[in-house]
Structures are given as structure tokens and as C-alpha cells.
């Protein structure tokens, strides 16, 4: 069982992602994402790999499965000839990444180990960690948990919930001590008591002079008494001074502002000077203000009129061209008419043409009708006589 919210002794690890290939009974790659949800459960048949999730986790951070160290080659699948984790982390620092990999040589096997810190959209590689001594530091300086600390307090394996209780006395100090990284508390406390000795020390060498000070001598007496003196002398020539210097100060900020107030009247009085000389100026820019005061009003008139004479001439205009467009219109319709009115006559003349043929196949018609009539009473008149004879 692993909480995505366990807390460590010095940051808080939140398991981010898990990524597996070519581990136990992982053989194609997979990846576990812990970040869509606070709590995660592992539910499977034997064998599913459930606890081999766990393997990879412990065995990426400390090299070390439920085998122990000895014997990597055992978690390469069967069918596959490397193995690789990546576990990635969160801690106040950071983000992290562990990757860890076995390769099966002819000589046995190899591994590899890193460690790399998420930054700027890119994961850049921690110095040192590629090597197992780095790796090892890393990990106890940032994690300050061991193997057996971290599966007792933090990952409870598969039919090990029990170790801590079960552990001895002294077991269980340790792996508590390890899991509340209880080594930095002791050396502060060990620092702190050496502190207090040595003020102790010194409060009792105070009280001891305190409690027993020397007698001085005449000529100490005599000597401080002189000192004394010299110091009472010294401290009135400065009590003189500073009120010297105090009265020197106020009459310093009293020139500063007689300055100030003096440099504004000359910047004023410019200022007037400026003026007298621009006099002049001044009235004949009044004499053209008020001119332009008096024909503004004509001036606006003068635009305003300007502007619907123009927008006039562009209606007109436009009037222009709609008139020529619909005399162009009439043309084409007048012109139609008149093809109109010239095929009107031509229909009317094929019309009559075709009355009078019509009248006249009419009259045909008749004749023929008739004569038809006539043929077949001469026809029935013989087939009569041919009956009769």
C-alpha cells in the first residue's frame, strides 16, 4: 500500500508516475499515472503484478527487491533481455525522476542509474547521480530514509505490515529514528547542550567576580579618579560643541530656506521679466485672437455652406448618371418594342397566311370527304354487284 501523499522526514514524496518495461511481469512497457487521483488501489489476480509495481519503486530508489540486492538478473523477463523503471516524484524542491535499467550481457549483467530534475518544460540530468555513490547520496540526502526504514514506515510490503511491531526494541528505535531523521535533532541537541556548558561556564566565572571582586589599589583610584575627570572635562567641551552645532544646524536650515524662497523669487521674477518682454507679442496675439474670434463663426458658416454645396454637386451628379442610365434603359426598352412590335407583325401575317390555309385545307377537306363518300358507294355498289352475280 503506498499513499501518493506519504510524508517523509524531509519532504513531502508524491509519487507522480511509473513506468515499467521488461520488469517481472511487465514485459511490454506500461505506465501507472498516480496525479488524477489522491488515493490509488492495485487489485489483480496472483501473479498480475501488483506487488511487482511496488518492486519497482523500491528497487529504482534503493537498488534493492524483495530478494534483496544479489540476484538482478531474476527481475529481467522471461522473455526479454533488459529491464528498465522510471519513477517519477514530487518533493518541495521539485520535481524528480529515478530511472534505473539491467541489460543481460554474456558476462552476466549490466545496470545503469540517473537521477533528473524537471525545469523549464525539460528534464535535466542531476550531476553526479550516475554513479552509484552519487545516486546513493542523493537519495539520503533528499529522501533520508534507507531501504528498510522506507518499506516499514512509508510502503508496507506484502506480509511485512508487521516488521515494525515485531522488531525489537533497539529495530524499532532505529527505524524510527530513520524515518523521523531523528540523527539531525540528536546533533542539534548535542550542539545545543555543548552551548549551554560553555555559557554556563562563563555565567559562573561572572558571578565568582561578582560575588568576590579585587580591592583596587590607591593609584587605580587615583587614576580612575583622574581619568574621570578628564572624561567630565571632555564631555562638557562636547555638550559645548553640539549645542554650537545645533545652533549652526537651525541656522543652516533657516539659510537653506531663505535660499529656496530666494531662488523662487528670482525664477518668478524672470518669469515677469519674460513677460514685460513678450508684452507686445502678447497684445498683438490678443488683437489676431480676437480677429479670429469674429470671422470663425463667418469661417463655419463658410464651411458648413461649402459642405452641403458639395454634397449637393455629388447628388447632382449622381442624379446625372441614374438619368443617363435610365435614358439608356428607355433606349433598349424602346428598342425592344419596336422588335416587338415588327415581330407582332410578322406573327399576325404567318397568322392570317396560316387562316387561309387552313380554310382552304378545310374546303380540301370537304371535297375530299365527299369524294371519298362517292368512292365508297361505288366500292359497296360492286362488291354488291359481285355478291349478285
Not at 542509474?113 to 542531476?126: C, L, N, R, T
Not at 528498510?148 to 511485512?160: C, I, P, V, W
Request: hydrophobic share 40%; with cysteine; charged share 25%.
Amino acid at each position: 500500500m503506498l499513499s501518493p501523499r506519504a510524508v517523509t522526514n524531509l519532504d513531502s514524496m508524491i509519487p507522480l508516475r511509473l513506468r515499467l518495461a521488461g520488469f517481472l511481469s511487465y514485459r511490454e512497457p506500461q505506465e501507472l499515472d498516480f496525479t488524477t487521483a489522491r488515493l490509488w488501489l492495485l487489485a489483480g489476480a496472483n501473479g498480475s503484478g501488483k506487488s511487482a509495481a511496488f518492486d519497482a519503486i523500491t528497487w529504482a530508489l534503493f537498488n534493492t527487491h524483495r530478494g534483496g540486492t544479489q540476484h538482478g538478473n531474476e527481475l529481467i523477463h522471461k522473455a526479454a533481455d533488459r529491464c528498465a523503471v522510471g519513477f517519477d516524484f514530487e518533493l518541495a524542491s521539485g520535481q524528480y525522476r529515478v530511472e534505473r535499467s539491467l541489460r543481460l550481457t554474456r558476462s552476466g549483467v549490466s545496470g545503469t542509474q540517473g537521477i533528473f530534475q524537471y525545469d523549464a518544460g525539460e528534464w535535466h540530468p542531476v550531476a553526479e547521480t550516475t554513479r552509484k555513490a552519487g545516486f546513493d547520496d542523493w537519495i539520503h540526502r533528499n529522501l533520508g530514509l534507507t531501504f528498510d526504514a522506507f518499506t516499514t514506515s512509508l510502503l508496507l510490503r506484502q506480509g511485512h505490515a508487521e516488521k515494525l511491531l515485531d522488531a525489537t526494541p533497539k529495530g524499532r528505535a532505529e527505524i524510527l529514528a530513520s524515518a523521523v531523521h531523528l540523527e539531525r535533532y540528536q546533533a542539534l541537541h548535542a550542539r545545543a547542550n555543548t552551548e549551554k556548558l560553555k555559557q554556563k561556564a562563563i555565567v559562573d566565572a561572572l558571578d565568582s567576580q561578582r560575588l568576590s571582586p579585587p580591592l583596587p589599589s590607591a593609584e587605580e583610584m587615583e587614576n580612575a579618579a583622574a581619568e574621570l575627570a578628564r572624561a567630565e572635562v571632555t564631555i562638557a567641551k562636547l555638550r559645548n560643541d553640539l549645542t554650537d552645532a545645533e545652533t549652526h544646524l537651525a541656522a543652516a536650515h533657516r539659510y537653506g530656506a531663505l535660499t529656496e524662497r530666494l531662488s523662487a523669487a528670482r525664477r518668478e521674477l524672470a518669469g515677469a521679466h519674460a513677460l514685460l518682454a513678450d508684452a507686445d507679442k502678447i497684445r498683438k496675439d490678443h488683437a489676431r485672437l480676437l480677429e479670429l474670434c469674429a470671422v470663425v463663426p463667418i469661417a463655419e458658416t463658410v464651411v458648413v455652406t461649402h459642405a452641403k454645396r458639395t454634397d449637393s454637386e455629388h447628388r447632382t451628379e449622381r442624379f446625372l448618371k441614374q438619368q443617363a442610365t435610365v435614358k439608356q434603359q428607355q433606349a433598349r426598352l424602346d428598342h425592344a418594342l419596336a422588335n416587338s412590335r415588327a415581330t407582332r407583325q410578322e406573327l399576325s401575317k404567318t397568322l392570317a397566311a396560316d387562316e387561309a390555309r387552313l380554310a382552304e385545307t378545310g374546303q380540301r377537306l370537304r371535297t375530299l370527304a365527299a369524294a371519298l363518300q362517292t368512292v365508297k358507294l361505288v366500292e359497296e355498289h360492286a362488291a354488291e354487284v359481285a355478291r349478285l352475280e
